[in-house]
Nanobody, 123 residues
Framework: QVQLVESGGGLVQTGGSLRLSCAAS????????MGWFRQAPGKEREFVAA???????YYADSVKDRFTTSRDNAKNTVYLQMNGLKPEDTAVYFC?????????????????WGQGTQVTVSS
């Protein structure tokens, strides 16, 4: 049974930083692509970042140069370091696994999802 548990969300002021973690179990983590998505109230879930097992990373244009995703295969954990946070980054952030191929930025390409962690950026 695959489990993904996010942590690290919270309330931060504009310009602040947070680091999200996603601990994975029940899958061969070291060979798994991992994705980060977010969903703001009244909006559709959108791609934020992804990292392949090889370490290759992908970012949405809106977070490029501010967010960094990384992985620690020894801890079965993927991270999302978020710097320079803006009010428009406010959302529930989800990690995803079980990439089925295709476009790594597509939410439908992932089979497993965490419960999400709230990030709120105050202006």
């Amino acid at each position: 049974q695959v489990q993904l548990v996010e942590s690290g969300g919270g309330l931060v002021q504009t310009g602040g930083s947070l680091r999200l973690s996603c601990a994975a179990s029940g899958l061969t983590f070291s060979r798994s692509a991992m994705g980060w998505f977010r969903q703001a109230p009244g909006k559709e879930r959108e791609f934020v970042a992804a990292i392949r097992w090889s370490g290759i990373t992908y970012y949405a244009d809106s977070v490029k140069d501010r967010f960094t995703t990384s992985r620690d295969n020894a801890k079965n954990t993927v991270y999302l370091q978020m710097n320079g946070l803006k009010p428009e980054d406010t959302a529930v952030y989800f990690c995803a696994a079980g990439f089925r191929g295709g476009l790594i930025q597509a939410s439908e390409a992932y089979e497993y999802w965490g419960q999400g962690t709230q990030v709120t950026v105050s202006s």
